[in-house]
């Protein structure tokens, strides 16, 4: 049974476009393969509400998608060793 979820990671502004573009892409391909990926929004560079990591600004990423209830864990934890994520939250939708 797939369950709706939603993704929101911020990526450090300082790693570059190229870079930034490739981790984009990479979490793209990632729920389209191992998700149903519904929509993508990329919010661009935005000031962070607070410094993470002295940094003040991060480029957002918003995503939909459906998938098993198994795979949010590793995507999260995908996240978790990825250069250059500063933050994420996953969020189950009713």
């Known amino acids: 049974m ?4 939603e993704t929101i990671f911020i990526i450090n502004s300082e790693v570059g476009e190229e870079a ?15 998700a149903q990926l519904e929509n993508i929004d990329e919010w661009g560079k935005r000031k962070l ?26 995507l999260e934890r995908i996240y978790k060793i990825t250069e250059g994520i500063l933050k994420y939250i996953i969020i189950k939708k009713d």
């Open 20 to 34: 930034t573009k490739a981790l984009v892409e990479k979490f793209k391909t990632l729920l389209e393969t191992s």
């Open 49 to 74: 509400a607070y410094e993470i990591d002295d940094k003040i600004d991060g480029y957002y990423v918003l995503a939909n998608f459906s998938s098993s209830p198994d795979f949010p864990a590793e």
């Open 2 to 5: 797939l369950k709706k979820y």
